[in-house]
């Protein structure tokens, strides 16, 4: 079968004959009918391969740590030769699938063959992704509509971690996919959302649907401008869904916070903070991961393990079904961030080109 993969020493991405994978105990056959590219996400990804060794440091710092260590345990020699075998181990791409199921491993008994589902597989013809990351899609969400259940997930779990209340003011810094879907689920939930971003398509974009957009490429003062219009008082929460290198990001956020706001982050940028900003507010700063609890914890993942949902009301899992359901009411409208669609054929010739 084909699979897009990158190798992250070079850059380099290639659509690949790979092995097609079997069913396993707990996880879920899938043969893929979309699958989506979140620009963002992948286009760092891609950048970060392309980038010399130099570069790839000053990308990931908290990983000089780790490197420095190693050489000390086992020598600079083996930590060179352990570094390369990393990047030159193949990446694969995606983490967006729909599809029908073709097989379902031992353990899992409330999914068929045949059913449409949606996973963070990744871009390929076939992928298997344990059950807990694959969810039912409800049958009037279109395959377009879901494959935007997963980075809506991962928007849905940022708004959790904010608590806002209705009709709190809340501020989304970045207004890419994650971004407008982050901005667009706090708008139908009755949230009062002020988006933010450099990039006049995606300003529009987000005015079209009713969000307060800001344009920094106009030259607009952020803080002014958002403390203009919350009379003063400042955003109750900002999520940041950008990704940014930008020192004065995580200032301008405190500073045009309310007093005891929170910040969520959400993208990646530069987290050299400014004490002050945050201590004299006492504003709450949280990262998201991902979709929610139980992503990357191999217990729930691999070994199927479900959190009660008396305790953990919203897994991964229960965030995929909340979004399907947004969308399954028409509440949450996808269709306008879809910029283009490309066959999968097409796909093979382009890369064989």
């Known amino acids: 079968?084909?699979?897009?993969?990158?190798?992250?020493?070079?850059?380099?991405?290639?659509?690949?004959?790979?092995?097609t994978p079997q069913v396993r105990p707990g996880h879920v056959l899938i043969q893929t009918r979309r699958s989506l590219v979140s620009l963002g996400t992948e286009r760092m990804l891609v950048e970060f391969g392309k980038a010399n060794l130099l570069a790839k440091v000053r990308q990931q710092p908290d990983k000089v740590k780790q490197v420095l260590a190693k050489i000390q345990s086992d020598g600079l020699l083996a930590t060179v030769e352990a570094v390369r075998r990393k990047l030159n181990q193949p990446l694969p791409l995606g983490y967006c699938n729909v599809g029908t199921v073709l097989a379902v491993g031992d353990g899992v008994?409330?999914?068929?063959?045949?059913?449409?589902?949606?996973?963070?597989?990744p871009h390929a013809e076939v992928v298997c992704v344990a059950r807990n990351l694959v969810a039912l899609i409800p049958d009037s969400v279109s395959d377009d509509e879901a494959a935007f259940t997963v980075v809506g997930a991962i928007a849905l779990h940022s708004i959790r971690l904010l608590n806002a209340s209705i009709g709190e003011t809340v501020v989304v810094i970045g207004l890419g996919l994650i971004g407008l879907l982050t901005a667009e689920l706090l708008r139908i939930t009755g949230h009062r959302v002020i988006g933010i971003d450099i990039d006049e398509s995606r300003c529009l974009l987000a005015a079209e649907r009713g969000i307060t957009s800001l344009n920094l490429g106009l030259g607009t003062d952020p803080v002014k401008a958002v403390m203009a219009l919350t009379n003063e008082v400042g955003a109750d929460g900002v999520i940041i869904t950008a990704s940014a290198r930008a020192d004065e990001l995580l200032s301008q956020t405190a500073r045009m916070s309310r007093q005891k706001g929170a910040v969520i982050l959400v993208g990646v940028i530069d987290l050299s903070m400014?004490?002050?900003?945050?201590?004299?507010?006492?504003?709450?700063?949280?990262?998201?991961?991902?979709?929610?609890?139980?992503?990357?914890?191999?217990?729930?993942?691999?070994?199927?393990?479900?959190?009660?949902?008396?305790?953990?009301r919203w897994t991964a899992n229960r965030n995929f079904q909340a979004v399907l359901q947004?969308?399954?009411?028409?509440?949450?409208?996808?269709?306008?961030?879809?910029?283009?669609?490309?066959?999968w054929s097409t796909i093979r010739k382009s890369m064989a080109t």
């Open 109 to 121: 008994t409330d999914i068929r063959i045949g059913n449409r589902v949606v996973s963070n597989g």
């Open 326 to 343: 947004f969308l399954a009411t028409g509440q949450l409208q996808v269709m306008p961030f879809i910029t283009e669609r490309v066959p």
């Open 274 to 312: 400014n004490r002050a900003d945050f201590y004299e507010k006492e504003l709450t700063f949280r990262i998201s991961c991902s979709y929610g609890p139980g992503r990357y914890d191999a217990d729930y993942e691999q070994k199927g393990q479900d959190y009660p949902l008396a305790y953990v």
């Open 1 to 19: 079968m084909k699979q897009l993969i990158q190798n992250l020493n070079t850059g380099e991405t290639v659509l690949d004959d790979v092995l």
